[in-house]
Structure formats: C-alpha cells, structure tokens
C-alpha cells in the first residue's frame, strides 16, 4: 500500500493511463442514448459540459496523475464540476485555491483497516487527522476502510470495524462531517477486502447508529460483485453518503464501450433526493480530459 502522502487509489484492472498532447485538438464523442458536443481543449481551453445542475459532479484525483492537481483543478472548473476529490490534507489549499470543493478525502491505508484491533491506533488517528481538515475548509467526507480479512471471519471483521468507528463517530458527529467506509470489489481489483457485499456496510451503518455514518457506494465495484445496481440505491440511499463511477469490466470510460447505463443511474440517484457529489472515477485509455468531460456529460442527466 502506498504511503498515505504519495497515495494512489489501484483500483483499475485496465491499461495504464498514458497523458496525450491536447493542445489544438477539437474532438466530439457519440454515446448510446446521447450525443457529447465537441470539447475543444485547444491553447489550454476546456468548454463547461455541466448544464443541468441536479448532479453535484467531482472527479477523483488519483486517476489523472499524468495532470498536476492545479491543472486538473482549472480542467474541473471550466467543465463545471464542484469537486476534486480523494486528496490528502496537504492538497486542500489547491483545490480550495480554485474554488472547489474536496468531496471526499482520504485517510488510512485500504488493506490493513478497520477490521483488525491492531490497526486501530493508525487508522483513528489517520482519519481524525483528515475530519480535522475537512472541518478547516468546509469539505464534507472522509474515506474509510474495512481493510482486509486475513483469515478473519467477517463477522468479526464486522464487530471490530464498528468498535472502531464508534470511538470516532462521535467526533465526526461534532464537527460535523461523514464518515464513508467503501464497498470494494474483492474479485478483480481488491483480493481479500472484507467489505464486498453491501449488505455488510449497511449493517455497520445502522450498528454505529449515527447519520454522520455513511456509505462510500462504488458502482464500478458494485457491479462486479452483486450487480443490481438502481435497486439497491433505491433500497439503500438512506446509508449512501457518496457515488463513484466507473465503466465495467475494466473501470475505464463509461460510454458504449462497458456493460452501465451510467444516465438511468444518475436519475435513479437523484430520484432519492440526494444532495452529495458523484465522483467521476474511471482510468482514461484516451485523451484524459475529453474522457472526463465524456463522462460528466453522461451523468449530467
């Protein structure tokens, strides 16, 4: 696992990511169901592809490291989006800089979590760290883990994760920011993480017992692992505090090239009156900033 100050978030089983010349180019995109206006990312211009204003659209930091933060900031501002997120405490004056939001920040390592006693200590003190700076600059979220089994039976894991959460659910309860353990894949991208199925999170929610706790709902992974995904929003979006996209199989573009049909989820979500951010979170294989700007289009429904 990366340090947490050089984190990268390995969920992609795709091709790796590769940053393209985009001076000069004006490129359009055709999707199933919608058309995407030419965005044309000529002498550094990037057209605003947010209109409809019922999606508070963010993207996540770490699947366009070929940018530098700034760039991707000043990209996400001229598209529309509200937010740069999965960040570390040293990066929120970037975003903040460019009049963004942090949607979700990050804090303790993903494999070694809160499913096991003997990381507790660590990841407490990580994720306080992070509510801390979340409350300094007003962002809402911070990013938890069940971490792995490692021979762990996930009814203990599930015991252990809630021990946790419930010695600092009550400073999140205080200053006033959500706590999100995430659903991940363990068939493709997370071998072994304990908290695959949402039935489990769900239950850790209502265990803690706080609407401080909450649910990071990855659909990329989530589809991977129970499918079914506009029911269990509509089931379930009381315990959701945040959305991560992401096309499947190989969390790449979320156009015709994948098996989602990314605009009847966005209504779905907004069906259930939530008011949080949906993180673009989705491994480029083209023009990084056309695909971003791909993929809000889809979702800006």
């Not at 920040?105 to 700076?133: M, P, T, W, Y």
Request: charged share 25%; aromatic share 8%; hydrophobic share 35%.
């Amino acid at each position: 696992m990366p340090t947490q100050k050089n984190y990268v978030k390995p969920h992609s089983d795709g091709p790796a990511m590769t940053r393209r010349q985009i001076l000069g180019s004006v490129i359009g995109v055709t999707i199933t169901g919608m058309a995407v206006p030419n965005v044309a990312f000529g002498a550094g211009s990037v057209e605003r592809v947010v209109k409809n204003g019922r999606i508070n659209h963010s993207v996540s930091r770490w699947c366009y490291n070929s940018l530098t933060l700034d760039e991707l900031c000043d990209a996400a501002v001229k598209m529309g989006l509200k937010s740069v997120e999965l960040l570390n405490p040293p990066e929120l004056a970037t975003v903040k800089k460019h009049g963004l939001v942090c949607a979700m920040l990050f804090s303790h390592s993903l494999q070694d979590g809160l499913s096991h006693k003997e990381n507790h200590a660590e990841c407490l003190a990580k994720i306080r760290e992070s509510i801390d700076a979340a409350t300094e600059y007003g962002f809402p979220n911070v990013i938890c883990f069940s971490g792995n089994r490692n021979g762990m039976s996930d009814d203990k894991g599930f015991e252990n994760t809630v021990i946790a959460l419930k010695q600092i659910i009550g400073y999140a309860e205080e200053k006033k920011v959500n706590l999100c353990i995430e659903y991940l894949n363990s068939k493709v991208n997370h071998k072994d993480y304990m908290f695959d199925r949402m039935n489990w999170g769900v239950e850790v929610c209502k265990k803690v017992g706080s609407q401080r706790m909450k649910i990071l709902y990855d659909i990329y992974h989530a589809q991977i692992m129970e499918g079914d995904i506009i029911r269990t929003i509509r089931d379930y979006h009381e315990y959701i505090g945040h959305y991560h996209t992401g096309g499947n199989p190989g969390r790449n573009e979320i156009d015709e090239t994948q098996e989602l049909y990314y605009p009847a989820i966005m209504r779905a979500i907004i069906e259930t009156g939530y008011k949080g951010y949906v993180g673009q979170e989705f491994v480029p294989t083209r023009d990084p900033l056309t695909s971003l700007a791909q993929g809000v289009k889809i979702c800006d429904v």
